[in-house]
């Protein structure tokens, strides 16, 4: 054994103690593991473990290195060491100046400790001494192969990698050698190295060291990407910087100035002449402050000089307010809208009331109707009279509260919401902005969108509406805002609160006739590079169009179809062969073919338990037939169509009524036992609902069951109850509207709906005969035909 002392260990007077020749000196060691094979320094503080050292190096014996099992422990006993440790030869001893001590050792072989011998000044223990395996085998030269290239990868990925470690790795043909070479050069926890160390079998030994290396290998190699991409990303900005540092150096040269510096100043000039409130010009003016100290080259100078952009941009100070003129604003609704008679009066006295108290708070407007009817035409009407800008911001499908404040600076592509962008379109704090399907606004994960409106459409709140990105408040209340819905069903109650509702029914077939001819030809005429003294479409022509091409509330449909009549004509036109047509009654269907809707009401009432109903629908009103039949049976009650379940309950309601009064209708009770009874409403792919069809059941069930025929001219709704009252039900205006269109003559309604007969407009009023049910004999009388004129017809 080579050993080295430096220092007073040769001349001590310590008295030595004896060692039995078989037992060994034991060294305690902290976080540290020594295999068999390798050098490494040992510092050594406490007393006891310098003396056994000492008394080593003066005997020439070797030692052995064991773990403690907790680093914290001052003076280890034997149950504080592991059992299995590393017989070591010191190969240097040295005292520092600092009087330090340290170990130079180099393992030879494992050992296991058997047990420790009492009385001595350090720990002394007898040992076992473990071979080394030599067995050889296919396996252990496949893992041996795998190991060694494992190593050599993980040394290279190491930052500043020794090449003799490499060289040594390279250079060992043993394999146990190889493992614990690795082991002790691997970043791991003393334990794992311990277990290592433990682990006799060398099979499963390379096998242990093998899976924490190929974690190593692949924690290396990530923490090398990130370097290089640290390090690649840091070279880019340093290279920016020092470009844009030269670039300001040429500036200078040339006499051109401080960019940043004017830059700067022009945006203290736009702030001022922006006429902020104070707290806004006051953060303003402070984000200036902070964008002059940043560097070009930051990421946030970009984000704070878009902020300042919108700041400045922003319409803050009140424009003149223009005077309205009531005359004026009543030829300019004229002009744009035939009809809507009430509609525009509440428009007049809403712009009066504006006139007269420019300063008060005006109601929001909401205009409530199907498509088509010209809600959104009626705001910028509004806007023309006013003489205000007109601006429309769509709320259809907005799931996102941030649509509506915005969002935060903080996210990379923020900015303010739908209201704020929208008020910088206009370019005026006093616009007109139309919210448009304001009843189709959703909600998600990411807030509830009308739950932001009610601080916009709240006059006592939105003079300080606080948009997110702006983080100023912003005075929205010169805005002039106008809703509009087809529905109000999804409209949240705290919103519908917030707003006057203004509801349009649909065109009758005059108001139709009138509004083609005034505004869709001409539109349509222009639309299709026409000029009216080379196509014409009369009033006949426009009039088949309404009843046999299109059934709906509004006129879009109908414009639609005026586009197609005029694009026929401007073929002919285009290719020459006639100057002029003028589009008739007789020329529809070779343009538009057969007509898609007929008068199919006296056909389907022409035999016994069919009756004609009325039904509201989101586009407007409608008619609907039901049709009841009987079949043999036991009595059962069928039900087909796609009914809701209230609209099913009226079936059942209609039933048990009828039976009910059989005696009073002259029906056999006996038909009730030995038929089945089937109701069915066409139109079986589309859901239906409500208990408005509860009389046009028990008419139909009346009407089949006494073999006569309901009136062909006569349509009916109300809600029935057990008891036979006939109870009121809603969009009765709608319905009527729809019976008109649909050429009946006669209606049933329930008597308690006489509150809304001044809502139907006066066209529909004056075709219609209008019959006031109280109870459901009311609707028998005056629905049913006579036994012998419904044989007749038949």
């Known amino acids: 054994m080579a050993n080295e002392t430096t220092g007073p260990i040769a001349s001590t007077a310590e008295q030595t103690t004896p060692i039995p020749g078989d037992a060994l000196i034991i060294v305690p060691v902290r976080n540290m593991v020594l295999f068999p094979g390798i050098v490494i320094p040992i510092t050594i503080g406490r007393p006891k473990s310098i003396a056994a050292a000492q008394q080593a190096v003066r005997e020439q014996r070797p030692i052995g290195i064991l773990l403690q099992r907790d680093a914290e422990v001052s003076e280890p006993g034997p149950d504080d060491l592991y059992r299995v440790g590393t017989m070591a030869n010191i190969v240097r001893y040295i005292t520092g100046p600092d009087d330090s001590h340290h170990l130079v050792c180099q393992g030879t072989q494992r050992i296991r400790v058997l047990d420790y011998l009492p009385g001595t000044p350090f720990p002394v223990a007898r040992v076992l001494h473990i071979p080394e395996a030599t067995t050889s085998s296919p396996e252990i030269e496949a893992r041996f192969l795998n190991l060694q290239r494992q190593a050599i990868e993980a040394a290279e990925l190491l930052p500043q990698a020794p090449q003799e470690l490499i060289a040594a790795l390279q250079g060992t043909t043993s394999p146990s050698t190889l493992a614990d070479l690795a082991t002790s050069y691997m970043d791991i926890k003393p334990q794992e190295k311990q277990e290592i160390l433990e682990t006799i079998d060398l099979a499963l030994r390379m096998e242990k060291v093998s899976r924490h290396l190929a974690e190593r290998i692949e924690v290396l190699r990530l923490s090398r990407e990130i370097g290089q991409q640290t390090k690649a990303a840091f070279d880019e900005r340093q290279r920016e910087a020092i470009l844009r540092e030269q670039m300001a150096a040429i500036q200078r040269q040339l006499g051109e100035g401080d960019g940043k510096g004017q830059e700067v100043a022009e945006l203290n000039e736009a702030i001022t002449r922006a006429h902020m409130p104070v707290e806004a010009e006051s953060h303003a003016r402070k984000e200036v402050r902070r964008y002059e100290?940043?560097?070009?080259?930051?990421?946030?100078?970009?984000?704070?000089?878009?902020?300042?952009?919108?700041?400045?941009?922003?319409?803050?100070?009140?424009?003149?307010?223009?005077?309205?003129?009531?005359?004026?604003?009543?030829?300019?609704?004229?002009?744009?809208?035939?009809?809507?008679?009430?509609?525009?009066?509440?428009?007049?006295?809403?712009?009066?009331?504006?006139?007269?108290?420019?300063?008060?708070?005006?109601?929001?407007?909401?205009?409530?109707?199907?498509?088509?009817?010209?809600?959104?035409?009626?705001?910028?009407?509004?806007?023309?009279?006013?003489?205000?800008?007109?601006?429309?911001?769509?709320?259809?499908?907005?799931?996102?509260?941030?649509?509506?404040?915005?969002?935060?600076?903080?996210?990379?592509?923020?900015?303010?919401?739908?209201?704020?962008?929208?008020?910088?379109?206009?370019?005026?704090?006093?616009?007109?902005?139309?919210?448009?399907?304001i009843d189709k606004m959703g909600r998600g994960i990411q807030g509830d969108p009308s739950a932001a409106m009610l601080e916009v459409?709240?006059?006592?709140?939105?003079?300080?509406?606080?948009?997110?990105?702006?983080?100023?408040?912003?005075?929205?209340?010169?805005?002039?805002?106008?809703?509009?819905?087809?529905?109000l069903d999804s409209v949240p109650g705290p919103l519908l609160d917030r707003m006057e509702i203004i509801s349009l029914a649909g065109y009758t077939e005059d108001e139709k006739l009138?509004?083609?001819?005034?505004?869709?030809?001409?539109?349509?005429?222009?639309?299709?590079g026409l000029k009216p003294e080379q196509a014409e479409i009369e009033s006949d022509a426009l009039h088949s169009i309404i009843k046999g091409y299109t059934r709906e509330a509004g006129v879009r449909g109908l414009e639609r179809e005026i586009g197609k009549a005029f694009r026929h004509a401007a073929v002919q036109i285009a290719e020459g062969?006639?100057?002029?047509?003028?589009?008739?009654?007789?020329?529809?269907?070779?343009?538009?073919?057969?007509?898609?809707?007929?008068?199919?009401?006296?056909?389907?009432?022409?035999?016994?338990?069919?009756?004609?109903?009325?039904?509201?629908?989101?586009?407007?009103?409608?008619?609907?037939?039901?049709?009841?039949?009987?079949?043999?049976?036991?009595?059962?009650?069928?039900?087909?169509?796609?009914?809701?379940?209230?609209?099913?309950?009226?079936?059942?309601?209609?039933?048990?009524?009828?039976?009910?009064?059989?005696?009073?209708?002259?029906?056999?009770?006996?038909?009730?036992?030995?038929?089945?009874?089937?109701?069915?409403?066409?139109?079986?792919?589309?859901?239906?609902?409500?208990?408005?069809?509860?009389?046009?059941?028990?008419?139909?069930?009346?009407?089949?069951?006494?073999?006569?025929?309901?009136?062909?001219?006569?349509?009916?709704?109300?809600?029935?109850?057990?008891?036979?009252?006939?109870?009121?039900?809603?969009?009765?205006?709608?319905?009527?509207?729809?019976?008109?269109?649909?050429?009946?003559?006669?209606?049933?309604?329930?008597?308690?709906?006489?509150?809304?007969?001044?809502?139907?407009?006066?066209?529909?009023?004056?075709?219609?005969?209008?019959?006031?049910?109280?109870?459901?004999?009311?609707?028998?009388?005056?629905a049913l035909e006579s036994k012998a004129l419904s044989a007749a017809v038949r």
Not at 374 to 381: F, I, M, P, V
Not at 409 to 432: E, H, S
Not at 461 to 480: E, H, I
Not at 630 to 641: A, E, N, V
């Open 293 to 437: 100290r940043m560097p070009e080259a930051a990421a946030e100078a970009g984000m704070v000089r878009s902020y300042l952009d919108w700041l400045i941009e922003l319409p803050w100070s009140l424009p003149e307010e223009k005077p309205i003129d009531i005359a004026e604003a009543r030829r300019i609704l004229d002009e744009d809208h035939y009809g809507l008679e009430k509609i525009k009066t509440r428009i007049i006295e809403y712009l009066a009331v504006r006139k007269l108290a420019p300063q008060g708070k005006a109601p929001i407007l909401c205009f409530v109707g199907p498509p088509g009817v010209g809600k959104t035409s009626l705001g910028q009407s509004i806007a023309r009279a006013m003489q205000r800008p007109f601006v429309r911001v769509s709320l259809g499908g907005v799931h996102d509260e941030a649509e509506i404040r915005g969002h935060r600076r903080t996210y990379i592509g923020a900015l303010p919401g739908n209201i704020i962008q929208a008020i910088k379109k206009a370019g005026a704090r006093n616009c007109v902005m139309m919210l448009d399907e």
């Open 457 to 487: 459409l709240d006059p006592e709140q939105n003079g300080t509406f606080r948009d997110n990105y702006l983080a100023v408040p912003f005075d929205l209340s010169k805005v002039v805002f106008v809703a509009t819905a087809n529905m």
């Open 514 to 528: 009138q509004i083609a001819q005034r505004y869709l030809v001409p539109r349509q005429l222009e639309a299709n």
């Open 577 to 782: 062969t006639t100057e002029r047509i003028v589009v008739g009654a007789k020329d529809i269907a070779d343009i538009l073919g057969p007509p898609r809707f007929e008068g199919e009401i006296a056909m389907r009432t022409s035999v016994p338990g069919v009756a004609t109903g009325l039904a509201w629908t989101p586009v407007g009103g409608d008619i609907l037939f039901i049709e009841a039949t009987r079949t043999p049976g036991k009595g059962s009650l069928i039900l087909t169509g796609q009914l809701g379940e209230v609209m099913r309950e009226s079936a059942q309601a209609a039933l048990t009524l009828v039976k009910s009064r059989a005696s009073q209708l002259g029906i056999d009770p006996s038909l009730f036992e030995r038929n089945d009874i089937h109701i069915h409403v066409p139109a079986g792919a589309t859901p239906k609902d409500g208990p408005s069809a509860g009389v046009a059941m028990f008419t139909a069930l009346a009407s089949l069951l006494t073999d006569r025929t309901v009136r062909n001219n006569t349509a009916m709704t109300g809600e029935i109850s057990l008891r036979g009252l006939v109870l009121p039900v809603g969009g009765i205006k709608e319905k009527v509207v729809a019976a008109a269109a649909a050429g009946l003559t006669r209606v049933l309604l329930p008597a308690r709906n006489r509150r809304d007969f001044e809502d139907i407009p006066l066209s529909a009023r004056n075709k219609l005969e209008f019959i006031w049910l109280e109870r459901v004999d009311d609707a028998f009388a005056e």
